[in-house]
């Protein structure tokens, strides 16, 4: 459809009309115009899956039978791979899946930087590195919109934590704003060109950003050209002149009170009444109009989509292979080695998890851990199951209405512990003592530990990173009882690992991995898929090594400081030295691979660069390069390294390949905040391949100089 049509259809619609198209007319939709052949924009969570179906005014389950869909590993789970063929995977799935219900926009991916462990919405986010975020959301947000969906990325900008999320003012500089926490979003305009995006529920610079001006006008409209529709996050909108005047397009809400939202009567009467130019509103119609023709609403000619297909099963399988990281394989304890008895111990081994707030989907299935060994091992393995601990009650928090509940309810169900009664107590050393007895017994353990969905949850954050349940004293009685147990951890953000990570020979991680994870887990436990996933963020030692909490704030109070700046997560942990338990980008393999014959060419556009990688093992397995650049900082202090570039090759025992590799010339800048731009200040910058951030195998050294004609300019 031409501009001049889209134009024509909106002279042709009545002031209600424009109105009934930019708030929501239901939980989950918009109004249409019916006479001039204009339908609804349907919307759904989430970024794991497309949400039940809802009752249309309030947040009540329809109870129906058909919406049962695929569960997908969670975004944490996907940055694990590195593998941007995963995340395009994925969002294929989940675009064909929103599709298949019926549904124009799927509220996805959740890209909000990680700065601390205690966020409860890390697991719908990505990592710690706004490169890492970049490079996987924009072919995760390219599968969603082939499928003639329109990913949602959010929540733009700062939401980073839970705690007072609706009114929170996160008060972040300039460079930190640029360096970290807008770059995922730059890329999912400008690369990934998403067709929607949603606003956050906090302030920033004294403006909720739903209807922020910096960051929908200035930034996102105005340097990006975003062309797309602004949605805002449910219930965040909350002046009618700013949601107006500065950007928003659709205003959402959790009420069934739909033409009193800020943007339906109030803004009627404002547009009546002369206070707002009609010509306002006209522009937001005319955004999701033209949204509307790219997803082919108005032709009538479009995919139709697919959900609960064995080809999705199988892709969610692939990338929830990927998503396991081996933290830890001392005297290789794995691959498990063939016994008659094993023992699977923890509530994790056999817990589903396909929930967490808006995260939460009815799952036509879900594999746990303890059912994919057992359908991996048959019945030639006698798989023998003890709980060791039990989560408070059988309806944690993701509950139907949890909307309704106030945010307080939530943070006290979240952090309850137990009734403290001597039954209780009781039963809890009861399930010790019997996964003690049980590990003793057996030549083979794994001990399956972790959060869920009353931890990793959206609406409040963790208070520490301690495991809840009395896991600690469980671990301990399990390693006591047989020194070569496996530990794995599910969670969906880093936790404390201090009481075993030195005592445990061979510790696993996975986030919340999708419905095919517990067979994954399984594969990677027995040696049937090597591991490569790797730690899309630092488990430091203790939370207040984090510097969120040690220089900054969390979670603050009317306000929270972000005074680390742009030094959060392993930027920080590099810089100042400090030990971590397991560092950025860390993940073993069941081979070994060597680094050689590092080269780098300087071409007019940056720096292009190859290393040779061996597999010096006996096992197929997928290496992941790292590229880090680190400045000498002779003009500006600048972290000791940044992620830069990663490949992830897959090598036969024996072979050997070329990884080629460019770091444009941005990749050695900073944001100059006097300047208002970045720049690339002559300095010595260190290009480090290696494993991880903390795995460096090979360095070289490039020097730019300020009137470098390939480099040392603003760029």
Request: aromatic fraction near 8%; glycine fraction near 10%; include cysteine.
């Amino acid at each position: 459809m031409t501009m001049q049509k889209i134009w024509d259809l909106i002279r042709e619609m009545t002031l209600e009309e424009k109105i009934g198209m930019i708030h929501g007319q239901g939980i989950f939709h918009t109004k249409g115009v019916e006479r001039l052949g204009i339908p609804p924009l349907w919307m759904s969570d989430g970024p794991m899956g497309v949400r039940k179906e809802l009752q249309d005014d309030n947040w009540a389950p329809k109870g129906t039978t058909d919406d049962y869909v695929s569960y997908l590993p969670s975004n944490t789970a996907i940055a694990c791979t590195w593998n941007r063929e995963r995340a395009a995977d994925m969002g294929c799935v989940l675009g064909q899946e929103a599709r298949g219900r019926g549904k124009d926009v799927i509220l996805a991916p959740g890209i909000n930087l990680i700065r601390s462990p205690l966020c409860g919405r890390n697991f719908e986010y990505m990592s710690e590195d706004p490169h890492l975020i970049s490079e996987m959301a924009v072919p995760l947000i390219r599968g969603i919109e082939e499928q003639d969906t329109a990913a949602c990325v959010k929540h733009f900008a700062l939401n980073n934590q839970e705690t007072r999320r609706l009114d929170v003012e996160a008060a972040v500089d300039e460079r930190a704003l640029r360096e970290l926490y807008l770059p995922g979003f730059e890329a999912a305009v400008k690369e990934g060109k998403t067709k929607t995006l949603m606003g956050a529920y906090n302030r920033f610079r004294g403006e909720h950003c739903c209807h922020n001006h910096y960051l929908l006008q200035d930034i996102l409209r105005g340097e990006w050209g975003f062309d797309g529709v602004v949605i805002s996050d449910w219930g965040g909108v909350h002046d009618t002149m700013q949601a107006a005047e500065n950007g928003l397009d659709i205003e959402m809400s959790v009420t069934s009170d739909f033409d009193q939202y800020c943007m339906a009567d109030p803004l009627a009467e404002r547009v009546r009444s002369g206070d707002i130019p009609e010509a306002l509103l006209d522009e937001k119609v005319k955004n999701i109009l033209v949204l509307m023709d790219r997803l082919h609403m108005l032709d009538g000619v479009r995919k139709r989509g697919s959900y609960n297909t064995r080809d999705h099963q199988e892709a969610i399988l692939k990338c929830a292979e990927e998503a396991i990281v081996l933290l830890k394989n001392e005297g290789g304890i794995l691959p498990l080695k063939p016994v008659k008895r094993l023992a699977v111990i923890g509530e994790n081994a056999g817990k589903m998890h396909s929930g967490g707030g808006s995260a939460a989907i009815k799952a036509l299935y879900e594999l746990t851990p303890l059912m994919g060994l057992k359908m991996e091992l048959g019945g030639a393995v006698s798989v023998e199951y003890a709980p060791g601990y039990q989560s408070d009650g059988e309806k944690s928090v993701e509950q139907e209405n949890w909307q309704a509940e106030s945010l307080e309810e939530r943070a006290y169900k979240a952090s309850y512990k137990g009734d403290g009664s001597d039954a209780a107590e009781k039963r809890r050393r009861e399930l010790i003592r019997e996964a003690a007895a049980l590990a003793e017994s057996c030549e083979n353990a794994v001990l399956f530990i972790g959060l869920n969905h009353e931890f990793d949850l959206e609406g409040c954050d963790r208070t520490d990173m301690k495991l809840p349940y009395g896991q600690e004293e469980l671990i301990s009685a399990v390693l006591d009882a047989n020194e070569n147990t496996v530990i794995a951890v599910t969670a969906g953000s880093p936790v404390d690992m201090e009481v075993f990570a030195d005592r445990a020979k061979a510790i696993v991680y996975s986030s919340y991995n999708g419905m095919e994870g517990g067979l994954a887990m399984a594969e990677v436990l027995l040696g049937r898929v090597n591991p490569s996933g790797r730690l899309p963020f630092t488990i430091p030692k203790r939370l207040e090594d984090c510097q969120a909490h040690s220089i900054g704030e969390f979670p603050g109070g009317d306000s929270v400081a972000y005074r680390e700046s742009v030094y959060v997560g392993y930027r920080y942990y590099e810089t100042e030295r400090k030990a971590v338990r397991y560092c950025f980008g860390h993940g073993l393999s069941y081979t070994e691979f060597s680094y050689g014959d590092l080269k780098l060419e300087r071409r007019e556009d940056g720096i292009y660069g190859t290393v040779t990688v061996r597999n010096c093992g006996s096992v197929a397995g997928a290496e992941v390069v790292e590229i880090y650049v680190g400045a000498a900082g002779k003009t500006v202090k600048r972290p000791a390294r940044e992620l830069k570039g990663f490949v992830k090759v897959h090598l036969q025992p024996g072979e050997e390949r070329a990884v080629d590799f460019r770091l444009p010339w941005k990749a050695f800048s900073y944001y100059n905040e006097e300047k208002m731009t970045f720049e690339v200040p002559e300095d010595e910058y260190s290009v480090c391949v290696g494993r991880s951030v903390g795995d460096v195998r090979l360095v070289q050294t490039v020097e730019i100089k300020e009137n470098d004609a390939l480099g040392g300019k603003s760029r």
